[in-house]
């Protein structure tokens, strides 16, 4: 159900930018351990101003190593730099580790790209450009999302479920890809899969081994001496895709920290979004 101040100004007759927070399972997370802002995944909602919104919709996916969200410069930012181009975002906090492991966060994120897509209307949101946008760890949670979709079952009982999780693009910033070794970030398979990990499992939710001719077309970001996560996660998401024939640009520039965001301070590392703005608007996301 939607609540608050966005549902007062429904019917996309503000003139700003409205926010609205929203939980997304209100009778509760399915696994949830307890009641705590923690055990409830939520999504802020920012949508455009009306005049110059064009129906394009991303999920935001910050990152934090599954244990926490850089909820300002991977979540808000992006939403602004998102609303100032006329795509409505939905910054989401998902539930994280050592509380919640596999398959928490999935389950969190694939329900959001269902609740956008199921209020499609409501939102002023074309059903069939709704994307998914992840930071590091909230790369891979993108990542995942990307590769294993739960398809819309028609006759579910719960009305979001009957709507395809698969997001239409991505685009992975700085991604954890690998869940394996050598190049994994091992925080975050720590707080994702715990200590004593299922290999097989890990293999799973390596992402470039998951990649089908279905996987949505993707755009990637990285720096060249990422220590923290090689950017060989981004190489190897980028040959899987080329692999299967799936539409993807992939740029690594030569030096910059890990977790940077949008970059607005850098004069080099910031123009990657001009980059990024260049291919959404060459894949249709930002329309004509």
Known sequence: ??????????????DAIEQDIITLWPEGAPGAVGEEAEDIPTLTIHLPEASAANGAAVVVCPGGGYAHLAMDHEGRQV??????????AFVLKYRLGPRYGHPSPLM??????RYVRAHADELGVDPS???IWGFSAGGHLAATTSTHV???VPDAADPLER????????????PVITMTDPFTHQGSRLHLLGEEYDPDLADRLSNEKQ?????????????DDDGPVPADNSVAYYLALRAA???????????????????????????WADRLEDWMRGQGVLGE
Do not use: C, K, N
């Open 1 to 14: 159900m939607l609540t608050g101040s966005w549902a007062a100004q429904s019917g996309m007759a503000q």
């Open 129 to 131: 450009r709704i994307g």
């Open 79 to 88: 939403a602004e730099w998102l609303s100032e181009r006329g795509v409505a």
């Open 245 to 271: 024939g799936v539409p993807a640009e992939l740029h690594i520039y030569r030096s910059g920290p890990h977790g940077v965001g949008l970059a607005p301070d850098d004069p080099v590392l910031s123009t």
């Open 211 to 223: 990649v089908t001719a279905d996987t949505p077309p993707a755009f990637l970001f990285h720096t």
């Open 163 to 174: 709507h395809s999780s698969r997001p239409d693009f991505s685009i992975l910033a700085y």
């Open 150 to 152: 739960a398809p819309g």
């Open 108 to 113: 969190d994120a694939q329900r959001a790209m």
